[in-house]
């Protein structure tokens, strides 16, 4: 079982995405004074009274928008609603009951489910002003006056919702669930292939670039063990990004690279490795997350017997910076190789948090110092003293020596693809840092 869901619902721009980051106590969802931004389903965790619940903001819904994207914030909306246990609707005081107001109460009231309304920006302290008392129209039981940017009436909202919340029952996700970033430029497919993983209409797939402005999360069990997938907003050239919503979207998409445990960098089979490709990348590479390289769409690529050999050999130049990571060809449209995705993410991630014994690493040093002697300069030699490993996600080890200034890039390269092919760490970087002894205590 799993925490009930309360989800935040209403037409664009009444204060939704407000009210959302004022319950959970952080700034999670994208608060901008421009309808339409809140695009996906956005999940966190909400506490109160010590009542756990998982809160849903939503994007706005319009009734009778025949808008490309209006239009599917509505089937997200609806999507939450046959999921929430309780349903807040969020209306405008400063705007009065509206006739989309009493479309969307109509279809909050067909959908059986509890509804809590709210009305929000009532920002002055005290009994309410006259106005309020015309959302009883609403046929929706007694209206909870809230100040979502000041807090006010909050608490009461929030009592209101633990009347109508089932018994929880936490499910606890545990340790060996795998968190998956899926990163990329705009408009190359992250979205289509959450929902192929999903088997249901998870996130909005458009042809419109960014369509996705907000990092949302998809829990899946299968076979291959517990896995969340985080599908977030496309990354884009900075010069190209025009407005505040498009910076807070990219700093989103960074912040889902920094909590995840793998990283699905996704290209365009059809528009191949780009700079913003390796932008991307290179992301995830510095903050040390297993990699994995997805190339979407290659069903719409014509083939011969040598055409993923060649493409293979021109992602591996294009990606010479991250020699470590795998490719696996996909397409979210057919499903090609969806399965073999997954694999791919739990070795990777097995590989990200692998820890060797120090003996053994000693003996990879040993063996590697043997065979290539290390640097020396002006008569002095490096020296390799020992190496351990100091921690995981990346693997990183610390080698102690004589000279840092001996230890160049390329012998660390060099002793680093030893550890590698050793211990086949495939899909993750490694951190080999340097720590120089006492020169006057080496002899």
């Known amino acids: 079982m799993s925490l009930p869901i309360v989800a935040i619902v209403g037409r664009p721009n009444v204060g939704k995405s407000t009210l959302f980051n004022k319950l959970i106590g952080q700034k999670l969802s994208i ?49 939450a609603i046959t999921k929430a246990d309780v349903i807040i609707l969020v209306a405008d005081m400063r705007g009065g009951v509206t006739a989309n107001d009493l479309d969307v109460a109509a279809m909050l009231q067909k959908s059986g489910k509890p509804v809590v309304l709210c009305v929000n920006k009532c920002d002055s302290i005290g009994e309410p002003p006259v106005e309020f ?161 997805a190339v979407n769409k290659w069903d719409a690529i014509e083939k011969n017997t040598n055409t993923m050999g060649e493409f293979r050999k021109k992602l591996a130049d294009d990606f010479s910076f991250m020699s470590y990571v795998p490719f696996v060809f996909i397409s979210a449209k057919t499903g090609l190789r969806i399965n073999k995705l997954f694999e791919m993410i739990k070795y990777v991630a097995q590989q990200n948090s692998i820890r060797i014994p120090t003996g053994r690493l000693n003996d990879v040093l040993a063996y590697a110092t043997s065979r290539v002697q290390p640097p020396s300069d002006k008569g002095r030699r490096l020296k390799i003293y020992y190496m351990t490993q100091a921690s995981t996600k990346p693997p990183t080890f610390v080698a102690f020596v004589n000279r ?21 760490l495939d899909g993750t970087p490694i951190v080999i840092k340097v720590r120089e002894r006492d020169r006057n205590d080496v002899k």
Not at 56 to 62: M, P, S
């Open 133 to 293: 008392y015309e959302f009883y129209n609403l046929g929706l039981g007694e209206p909870v006056a809230v100040s979502s940017v000041h807090g006010h009436g909050t608490g009461d909202l929030l009592d209101e919702v633990l009347k109508y919340l089932p018994e929880e029952s936490e499910e606890d996700y545990g340790e060996d669930t795998i968190k998956v970033a899926v990163i990329g430029k705009p408009n190359v497919g992250k979205s289509s292939i959450i929902n192929r993983i999903c088997g249901e209409e998870r996130v909005i797939v458009s042809d419109i670039a960014g369509t996705t402005r907000d990092a949302t999360d998809t829990f899946i069990e299968n076979e291959e063990g517990r896995f969340v997938f985080i599908d977030t907003a496309g990354i884009r050239r900075k010069s190209k990004i025009l407005d505040s919503i498009e910076k807070y979207s990219v700093l989103r998409s960074y912040m889902a690279v920094d909590r995840a445990d793998v990283a699905v960098i996704v290209i365009d089979a059809a528009i191949g490795f780009t700079e913003q490709d390796s932008k991307v990348a290179g992301y995830a590479h510095e903050k040390g997350k297993g990699c994995i390289v």
């Open 31 to 79: 608060v901008e004074d421009t309808p339409g931004v809140t695009r996906d389903r956005i999940y966190s965790k909400c506490e109160w009274l010590g009542h756990e619940f998982m809160l849903v903001d939503t994007g706005g819904i319009e009734p009778d928008s025949d808008d490309v994207i209006l239009s599917q914030m509505r089937r997200q909306a609806e999507l």
């Open 404 to 424: 840092a200034d001996l230890f160049h890039f390329s012998y660390q390269r060099y002793i680093e693809n030893q550890i590698r092919e050793t211990f086949a």
